[in-house]
């Protein structure tokens, strides 16, 4: 009879359960490490002291032959591993052996040893008097996409810089290695920007909230809404991300969602009054005019994130630019027909391309939304692919990279069932697990030549139903791990009766870092047929 697999979210390429003893941690273990490799290292000890209150000292490599008790060994790989994350794991009764060719190969090896521990390893309290235990396995692994990410808006409701911590560590355990992170829009401007005081000053606040869903036109709340992220915080938080292999890539919207930032500066849009930071969700007019001085303000702005963003790639945003403001601006039109372009979209496309020109001086690749296709795509950017997979499939018949982020998959602000009225308020649709994880990136449509430019697939959290960290953890997960499977594993990976199974071990884990996930009782009953999955 085979042995049982364990509980490993995301699954692993191969995971082959060894006859033999476990793996037995105690406060004697070492763990050995030098070079690239000592950074990984130390992460994972840093895990295994916090959640066994042991020192498990970090030393270089041991001599040749050198005996001793147990022992976690990092070894460098030669380059024949398949990719700077890719990574081999062996336990057996006295030793962990991680093989890696990559610090981040390293890093992920480490993750999967801690799902090989009991759950209560990822508790903020020590647990000394637990046995740690893991079973005797050899795992080779590697990732599916390069892009695996998680989108997380801030502008609508803004989250403390200690919750996006513990986000990433969640993420980090999970294989995820991109933060979106939407930091502003129409309803505020979260992001401090030296140079023009006011976006956070004036677009950092605004006056109420919408309350209950917007198409029901119940007024607002009356309780107004401010905050921002100073560049100290953010720079925190960057080295904090790349420190656990994620890269935060930032979002400054442009032409469109520009509400917050006109309200700031008038100058920078159309109208002769321009409108207050918006209390209303869903789409606005409010446009980005086309002269050089917002230009020169824009890349102000831009050289700010840039310095305080190492990640070579920025988000510009681009979607729901309502062209209304253009149309009837007569100094926009005379623009339009100077430079010779048919239309608005066109425009936009213009508008885009000079953003586009700008941040290739400055060493960064643009992404966008897939808007960004509407009046011809500018030629190094990468769409994302949001309205369906229509985006996606246009800009890789391009020749241009794309990322899957399709609302009827992975838009985490979705209900997560049929029944409305048994769920939290959400945006609308229905996402429920069993579909995220059925969801395959690659379409069809597609020459595998062309599937070559599908770099990535990533889950979308849009804040404006979201008014809680709470409530943001129960829209997250565990759909965030359905999401991390179709990120890492092979097209051809275990299906979703499988994924279950591991799943009911690894939502104890999410338990003792108080993550307020949904608990899907739909699919996983509790063992005796009766009560709750958590009971």
Same mark, same amino acid.
């Given at each position: 009879?085979?042995?049982?697999?364990? %509980?490993?979210?995301?699954?692993?390429?191969?995971?082959? *359960?060894?006859?033999?003893?476990?793996?037995?941690?105690? &406060?004697?273990? *070492?763990?050995?490490?030098?070079?690239?490799?000592?950074?990984?290292?130390?992460?994972?000890?840093?895990?295994?002291?916090?959640?066994? =209150?042991?020192?498990?000292?970090?030393?270089?490599?041991?001599? !040749?032959?050198?005996?001793?008790?147990?022992?976690?060994?990092?070894?460098?790989?030669?380059?024949?591993?398949? =990719?700077?994350? +890719?990574?081999?794991?062996?336990?057996?009764?006295?030793?962990?052996?991680?093989?890696?060719s990559a610090p981040a190969g390293a890093f992920y090896a480490g993750q999967t040893f801690l799902q090989l521990l009991p759950p209560a390893i990822f508790d903020i309290f020590p647990r000394a008097e637990l046995k740690w235990t893991a079973p005797a396995v050899a795992i080779e692994d590697a990732p599916r996409f390069r892009w695996r990410g998680v989108m997380i808006d801030s502008a609508r409701l803004f989250q403390t810089t200690g919750y996006l911590k513990r986000f990433i560590d969640?993420?980090?355990?999970?294989?995820?290695?991109?933060?979106?992170?939407?930091?502003?829009?129409?309803?505020?401007?979260?992001?401090?920007?030296? &140079?023009?005081?006011?976006?956070?000053?004036?677009?950092?606040?605004?006056?109420?909230?919408?309350?209950?869903?917007?198409?029901?036109?119940?007024?607002?709340?009356? *309780?107004?809404?401010?905050?921002?992220?100073?560049?100290?915080?953010?720079?925190?938080?960057?080295?904090?991300?790349?420190?656990?292999?994620?890269?935060?890539?930032?979002?400054?919207?442009?032409?469109?969602?520009?509400?917050?930032?006109?309200?700031?500066? !008038?100058?920078?849009?159309?109208?002769?009054?321009?409108?207050?930071?918006?209390?209303?969700?869903?789409?606005?007019?409010?446009?980005?005019?086309?002269?050089?001085?917002?230009?020169?303000?824009?890349?102000?702005?831009?050289?700010?994130?840039?310095?305080?963003? !190492?990640?070579?790639?920025?988000?510009?945003?681009?979607?729901? +630019?309502?062209? &209304?403001?253009?149309?009837?601006?007569?100094?926009?039109? %005379?623009?339009?027909?100077?430079?010779?372009?048919?239309?608005?979209?066109?425009?936009?496309?213009?508008?885009?391309?000079?953003?586009?020109?700008?941040?290739?001086?400055?060493?960064?690749?643009?992404?966008?939304?897939?808007?960004?296709?509407?009046?011809?795509?500018?030629?190094?950017?990468?769409?994302?692919?949001?309205? =369906?997979?229509?985006? %996606?499939?246009?800009?890789?018949?391009?020749?241009?990279?794309?990322?899957?982020?399709?609302?009827?998959?992975?838009?985490?602000?979705?209900?997560?069932?049929?029944?409305?009225?048994?769920?939290?308020?959400?945006?609308?649709?229905?996402?429920?697990?069993?579909?995220?994880?059925?969801?395959?990136?690659?379409?069809?449509?597609?020459?595998?030549?062309?599937?070559?430019?599908?770099?990535?697939?990533?889950?979308?959290?849009?804040?404006?139903?979201?008014?809680? +960290?709470?409530?943001?953890?129960?829209?997250?997960?565990?759909?965030?791990?359905?999401?991390?499977?179709?990120?890492?594993?092979?097209?051809?990976?275990?299906?979703?009766?499988?994924?279950?199974?591991?799943?009911?071990?690894?939502?104890?884990?999410?338990? *003792?870092?108080?993550?307020?996930?949904?608990?899907?009782?739909?699919?996983?009953?509790? !063992?005796?047929?009766?009560?709750?999955?958590? +009971?």
């Open positions: 009879m085979p042995l049982p697999q364990p %509980a490993l979210i995301p699954q692993p390429q191969r995971c082959t *359960v060894l006859e033999g003893a476990a793996f037995t941690l105690t &406060k004697d273990t *070492v763990i050995h490490a030098s070079g690239a490799l000592a950074p990984s290292a130390q992460q994972l000890a840093s895990r295994l002291r916090a959640g066994t =209150g042991w020192a498990l000292p970090v030393v270089a490599d041991p001599a !040749p032959g050198a005996g001793g008790g147990s022992r976690i060994e990092f070894r460098l790989a030669p380059p024949a591993l398949p =990719g700077p994350e +890719a990574y081999n794991l062996q336990v057996d009764a006295t030793r962990v052996t991680i093989t890696a969640v993420m980090a355990q999970h294989k995820l290695n991109v933060l979106h992170w939407h930091l502003v829009d129409d309803q505020g401007w979260r992001i401090e920007i030296k &140079k023009y005081p006011r976006l956070t000053e004036v677009g950092g606040k605004r006056r109420e909230t919408v309350r209950g869903h917007r198409i029901n036109l119940l007024g607002g709340d009356g *309780v107004p809404v401010e905050g921002y992220y100073t560049q100290e915080e953010i720079r925190d938080l960057v080295a904090y991300a790349a420190a656990r292999h994620i890269q935060i890539l930032p979002e400054i919207e442009m032409p469109g969602h520009a509400q917050a930032a006109v309200a700031a500066y !008038p100058e920078l849009g159309i109208l002769p009054q321009a409108r207050e930071v918006s209390c209303m969700w869903g789409i606005h007019e409010t446009l980005f005019n086309t002269k050089p001085a917002t230009f020169a303000f824009l890349q102000d702005v831009l050289t700010e994130v840039i310095a305080l963003f !190492p990640f070579e790639y920025l988000h510009i945003g681009g979607d729901e +630019a309502v062209k &209304k403001q253009w149309k009837e601006d007569p100094a926009t039109q %005379a623009h339009m027909k100077a430079l010779g372009l048919p239309d608005e979209e066109h425009l936009q496309s213009w508008f885009i391309r000079q953003i586009e020109a700008f941040l290739q001086t400055q060493g960064r690749r643009m992404v966008g939304w897939d808007e960004i296709l509407e009046g011809g795509l500018a030629k190094s950017a990468t769409v994302m692919s949001w309205r =369906g997979i229509e985006g %996606a499939i246009a800009a890789a018949k391009l020749g241009n990279d794309a990322i899957m982020c399709p609302n009827p998959f992975v838009y985490f602000d979705y209900f997560q069932s049929g029944s409305p009225d048994h769920e939290p308020l959400s945006i609308g649709g229905n996402l429920p697990l069993a579909k995220v994880h059925s969801y395959e990136p690659i379409p069809a449509e597609l020459t595998p030549g062309q599937a070559g430019c599908i770099v990535g697939v990533q889950g979308q959290l849009w804040t404006e139903y979201t008014p809680t +960290a709470n409530r943001l953890d129960y829209m997250a997960f565990p759909r965030t791990c359905a999401l991390a499977e179709v990120a890492w594993c092979p097209r051809e990976r275990p299906a979703f009766p499988d994924f279950l199974g591991r799943l009911r071990t690894h939502l104890r884990r999410l338990d *003792v870092q108080d993550v307020r996930y949904r608990a899907p009782l739909e699919y996983l009953p509790a !063992p005796d047929g009766a009560g709750t999955l958590n +009971a």
